[in-house]
Structure formats: structure tokens, C-alpha cells
């Protein structure tokens, strides 16, 4: 550890980087390690929580439990580093209602970034020995889609930087076994945000037929992948052409009204 922290410090001062950031276990954050760390440029550290209901952490063999998180966090917190917290969907015992109640509970901790990992099944794993024998069942894109959809305002809206949604592509994921994997799976949580707030947003104005204006760098995410969100209106009885529109920022959008 120290080996691999020295050489970060000296990437630091040749390259002017602000810091190191690192992920931990919970129960492995402790006053000689926080030293370790201090010394060596790390600026941030991240705790995987993955959950924090007790009994979702004793199924998958966590060896943790939500108090050491609480206790972990405190302890990053007291010694100024910047504090990120991580979280995994679909996880064996859990449920969609227990992935929200994790995100709260780790909003209360107050973290600087949150990362949210969909629960991937990939060989030679316990969690691919339980999916073979039927004893798990992992969730569908659309299920992870629809349940960050939910996380994502929850994070946001709470001041919390969300660095990361999904897994980095990578060669192992390309082979998994199972699983709600997508390589551009944050847009396709934005697309879904984006759909459901309009829909809502057109009930509540009574309309059927509508230009939809968006920031241009939210277009892609507004029409959806493969234009799947023009089809998912279409289907619920709307008529709506999406088009960019410069003066608008932020991921806005104004729905211009063609008729009822």
C-alpha cells in the first residue's frame, strides 16, 4: 500500500495533480490507515457501501454492516477528506423500495459523490453459482433503468455530485454471465427521467400534440435511444417532435403547444 501511495504523491508534484482519490471497505477505515493516507496526497476517499440494510449485507457476505458505514464515513469526514459513497441495485435479498431507503440513508451521511453500480453476475463468482441454481435472479435493463431513473433526482437534487452510473466497459462485462449491463447505461437513465417528466408535464397541461424544445446538449438523452422515447409517447397517445433549441441550458426544456 504504501509502495503504491508513494508513487501517486510523486504523480502529484510531477504532474500537478490536486490529490489521490481511493475506495475502501468500511470496516477497513482506521486511524492508522487515515495517517497513511494524509501523508501520501490522498484527498478523497470512497466507501463501498453497496447497501445499508443489515440483512442485504449478511446475504451477499458483505462482512460489514450499515453502522460501519455510518462510523467509516464520520471517521473520512473528521480527518477532511472528501467523502464518496457507493451503492449497488439488484443485489441478492434486495428490493427497489431497499435501494431507496439505502440512498437516503447515505445521503444522511452527507457525501461530497455517489456512485451507483447495477449487481452484474460474472463467472467463477458465489452470486453465478446462486443464478445457475435458480436461486437469484438478477435485474433487467429495464428494471435498473426504471430504479435509477428514481435514484438519480434523489442524488442530484441533495447538492451530491453523481460521478458514476454503471460499470466502466470493460472486457470481463463484455463476457458476464447476466446481468442489467449497458455501456451507455447512464444515458439511458437521463432518457428515462426525461420521458417521465414530460409525459407528466403534457397530463398536466391537457395537450396531445406538442413541440418539445431541449438544451442541444440533451437531445440525444430527449429523444431517447434508437428514438425510443418519440416511440414510448407515441404509445401512451402523444404527438411530440423534440427539437434542439440554442437558447436553452442546464438539460432545460419548453413544450410549445400545436393542439390538444
Not at 45 to 72: C, F, I, K, P, Y
Request: aromatic residues 4%; proline residues 4%; positive net charge.
Amino acid at each position: 500500500m504504501t509502495a503504491l501511495l508513494e508513487t501517486a504523491a510523486r504523480a502529484c508534484d510531477r504532474y500537478g495533480f490536486a490529490g489521490v482519490r481511493c475506495s475502501t471497505r468500511p470496516d477497513a477505515v482506521d486511524s492508522e490507515r487515515r495517517e497513511l493516507l494524509k501523508a501520501h496526497r490522498v484527498t478523497a476517499v470512497e466507501l463501498g457501501a453497496q447497501s445499508m440494510d443489515d440483512g442485504v449485507l449478511q446475504l451477499n457476505r458483505r462482512g460489514h454492516t450499515a453502522r460501519d458505514v455510518e462510523n467509516a464515513a464520520g471517521l473520512i469526514r473528521a480527518y477532511g477528506f472528501e467523502l464518496g459513497l457507493q451503492m449497488m441495485t439488484g443485489l441478492p435479498g434486495d428490493t427497489d423500495e431497499k435501494a431507496v431507503e439505502t440512498a437516503r440513508a447515505l445521503l444522511r451521511l452527507r457525501p461530497d459523490t455517489m456512485r451507483i453500480y447495477p449487481t452484474i453476475v460474472l463467472e467463477n463468482t458465489a452470486l453465478c453459482d446462486w443464478y445457475r441454481a435458480g436461486h437469484y435472479a438478477p435485474q433487467t435493463l429495464d428494471a435498473a433503468v426504471s430504479l435509477c431513473a428514481r435514484l438519480i433526482p434523489m442524488i442530484e437534487g441533495a447538492g451530491v455530485r453523481l460521478i458514476r452510473v454503471g460499470l466502466h466497459a470493460s472486457e470481463e462485462l463484455e463476457r458476464r454471465v447476466a446481468g442489467p449491463y449497458h455501456p451507455a447505461f447512464m444515458e439511458l437513465c437521463r432518457s428515462r427521467i426525461f420521458l417521465e417528466a414530460l409525459a407528466a408535464s403534457l397530463r398536466a397541461r391537457g395537450l396531445r400534440r406538442a413541440v418539445v424544445e431541449v438544451d442541444p446538449r440533451r437531445l440525444s438523452a430527449a429523444v431517447g435511444q434508437k428514438r425510443g422515447n418519440l416511440e414510448a409517447l407515441r404509445q401512451m397517445g402523444f404527438e411530440v417532435e423534440i427539437r434542439p433549441e440554442a437558447s436553452l441550458s442546464g438539460g432545460t426544456y419548453r413544450i410549445r403547444e400545436t393542439g390538444r
